[in-house]
C-alpha cells in the first residue's frame, strides 16, 4: 500500500504563487510516475500535470501551461506542483496519484493510489 500526503494549499490573490508537495511511502517511488489533478465543487476531477518516474518527461493540461511547473526529487519520495500566476478558476482541491499501469498519463483511472488532497483557492 503506498500513502501519499499533500501539502502547501491555501488562500491566494489571483496572480500569485503556491508550491504543493506529495511526499510518497514507500521505497520504490523512483519506479513511479506521478500525476497531479484537480476538482472544483460541482465539478469533474480533471488532469494538471504528469511526470515520469525519472523526472525526463513532464505533461500539462493546455489550462495550466506556461504557469504550472511540475518537478520531483526522488531522494525526498515528494513530488511538487509550482503553480505561478494564480487565477480564479484554479481554485480547486489537489490531489497527487501515483501512476504504475501503462495507459493515458491524463485518464484518472489508470492512476493507482491517490492522497487526500490540499484545497487551493484563489481570490479575485
Known amino acids: 500500500q503506498v500513502q501519499l500526503v499533500e501539502s502547501g494549499g491555501g488562500l491566494v490573490q489571483a496572480g500569485g504563487s503556491l508550491r504543493l508537495s506529495c511526499v510518497t511511502s514507500g521505497r520504490t517511488f523512483s519506479t513511479y510516475a506521478m500525476g497531479w489533478f484537480r476538482q472544483a465543487p460541482g465539478k469533474e476531477r480533471e488532469f494538471v500535470a504528469y511526470?515520469?518516474?525519472?523526472?525526463?518527461?513532464?505533461l500539462y493540461a493546455d489550462s495550466v501551461k506556461g504557469r504550472f511547473t511540475i518537478s520531483r526529487d526522488n531522494a525526498k519520495n515528494t513530488v511538487y506542483l509550482q503553480m505561478n500566476s494564480l487565477k480564479p478558476e484554479d481554485t480547486a482541491v489537489y490531489s497527487c496519484a501515483v501512476k504504475r499501469r501503462s495507459g493515458s498519463y491524463f485518464a484518472a483511472e489508470y492512476y493507482d493510489y491517490w492522497g487526500q488532497g490540499t484545497q487551493v483557492t484563489v481570490s479575485s
Open positions: 511526470v515520469s518516474s525519472t523526472g525526463g518527461t513532464t
